[in-house]
């Protein structure tokens, strides 16, 4: 019998658990936790992490799980590692859904960094205006350049004192659009943006205003995981789940990675 375990925390996750929740097969939704309130989902939910590869891996065998979705992040690389790992020890099929990197298009300025730390680098010592779209994980990579403000948008309020002394917080949940980014950049005087090449429509919007307001954009690329079947639609994996799939397992430079 199919028993599916999709991990979760994407637009595209949540669009793969109504469809399987409306092809009635049995799955569970696994969260990361690190979101207060997530949202709702049509399948079972589980919350917090694994124990690593081989926490998954047993819980894998001890579920009877016999597919897994990786529908996580495209930044959400160790998780993703532990997936390729995991299903290796438990002898389950995996699959990523996992959507394209975005390309420049005319009217970009893109400046292309590997990590955060070069995207700390690349912004000015002080007197910037920095809309800061990477989440609240890694905010302390920025922090030796306390002389920019920073605009955060989160989707709960932080819990703890900021890294960064000179910032301003929206707190919001996407999907956003261009129009509304483009007035929030404005009303924040906002000079450079610094984005993580998440791809996708839902998160866009930000980089759609930043080239209308002819801003920067300093871009992270994705972080290299292991070799693993990559599919890009809903449509694809409903389809590799009925067998009808035969889509090689995409190398990390055929990924844009």
Known sequence: MMRILLLG???????????????????VFSYAGRTARPIAQPLPLRVGGFGGAEGLAGYLQSEGITHVIDATHPFAAQMSANAVYACDLAG???CALERPAWQAQAGDDWRHVDSLAEAAA???DA???????????????????PENHYLLRLVD????ALPLPDTSV??????F????????????????????????????????????????VIMIARP???????????????SWLRGGAHHEVAPAAERGV
């Open 92 to 94: 389950v099929d995996l």
């Open 9 to 27: 925390g994407t637009t595209e996750a949540s669009r793969l658990a109504m469809a399987l929740a409306e092809a009635d097969l049995e799955a």
């Open 122 to 124: 690349a912004l000015p």
């Open 224 to 238: 290299e995981v292991p070799q693993r079947r990559v599919l890009a639609t809903v449509a694809e994996v409903m």
């Open 177 to 216: 659009d261009a129009a509304g980014d483009r007035a929030l950049m404005q009303a924040h005087g906002i000079t450079h943006v610094v984005s993580k090449n998440a791809g996708g429509s839902g998160a866009a919007a930000k980089v759609e205003a930043a080239r209308d307001l002819g801003l920067p």
């Open 127 to 145: 007197g910037a205006r920095v809309f800061l779209a990477i989440g609240k994980q890694n905010l302390a990579a920025f922090a030796g350049k």
């Open 170 to 175: 929206e707190i919001a949940r996407g999907p």
């Open 157 to 160: 309020p932080p819990e703890a």
